[in-house]
Nanobody, 120 residues
C-alpha cells in the first residue's frame, strides 16, 4: 500500500508561484509513476503533470506547459509541482497520484488533495 500526503496549497495572487509537495510512503515508490491532477468546482478531474518511474520522462497538460514543473526525489520519496505564473483558472484542489509506470495509463493511489486558490 502506498500513502500520499500533499502539502503546499494556499492562496496567492495571479502571477505568483506555489510549490506543491507530495510525500509518499511505501517501498515501491521508485517503481511508480507519479503525477498531479486537479479538480475545479463543477469540473472533472484532469491530469496536470506526470513523471514516469523508469526514465523520469515528464509530461504536462497544454494549459500548464511552460509554467509548471514536476520533479521527484526518489531518495526522499517525494514529488513536487512548481507552479509559476499562476492564473485564476488554476484554482482547484490538487491531488497527488501514483500509478504503475505512469499515471497517464492509470492511477492506483490518490492523496486527499490540497486546495490552491488564485486571486485575480
Amino acid at each position: 500500500q502506498v500513502q500520499l500526503v500533499e502539502s503546499g496549497g494556499g492562496l496567492v495572487q495571479a502571477g505568483g508561484s506555489l510549490r506543491l509537495s507530495c510525500a509518499a510512503s511505501g517501498r515501491i515508490f521508485t517503481r511508480l509513476g507519479m503525477g498531479w491532477f486537479r479538480q475545479a468546482p463543477g469540473k472533472e478531474r484532469e491530469l496536470v503533470a506526470g513523471i514516469n518511474w523508469n526514465n523520469n520522462n515528464t509530461y504536462y497538460a497544454d494549459s500548464v506547459k511552460g509554467r509548471f514543473v514536476i520533479s521527484r526525489g526518489n531518495a526522499t520519496n517525494t514529488v513536487h509541482l512548481q507552479m509559476n505564473s499562476l492564473r485564476p483558472e488554476d484554482t482547484a484542489v490538487y491531488f497527488c497520484a501514483a500509478g504503475i509506470f505512469s499515471v497517464s495509463i492509470g492511477v492506483n493511489f490518490w492523496g486527499k488533495g490540497t486546495l490552491v486558490t488564485i486571486a485575480s
